[in-house]
């Protein structure tokens, strides 16, 4: 009986350091993962800010449109 228990005692920590583990890998992959998705967010803010400051220099600011 006090072996038995044993080995299921050792078979369940096995198990969580082996979950541990993966848990560990995953966490990482998805820090990875935003600090990237963070740099593409970055990259298309300045692109969009560069857009907008170039469209505001060709128009005066209140110029109606041609089509008025």
Same mark, same amino acid.
């Given at each position: 009986?006090?072996? *038995? !228990? &044993?080995?299921? $005692?050792?078979?369940? /920590?096995?198990?969580?350091?082996?979950?541990?583990? =993966?848990?560990?890998?995953?966490?990482?992959?998805?820090?990875?993962?935003? *600090? !990237? &998705?963070?740099? $593409?967010?970055?990259? /298309?803010?300045?692109?969009?800010?560069?857009?907008? =400051?170039?469209?505001?220099?060709?128009?005066?600011?209140?110029?109606?449109?041609?089509?008025?």
């Amino acid at each position: 009986m006090n072996e *038995e !228990r &044993l080995i299921n $005692i050792e078979s369940k /920590l096995t198990f969580q350091e082996d979950l541990i583990e =993966e848990l560990n890998k995953t966490v990482y992959q998805q820090q990875q993962k935003l *600090e !990237r &998705l963070e740099g $593409i967010c970055k990259s /298309l803010v300045g692109h969009i800010q560069s857009l907008s =400051e170039g469209r505001n220099e060709g128009m005066p600011v209140n110029e109606r449109p041609p089509h008025y």
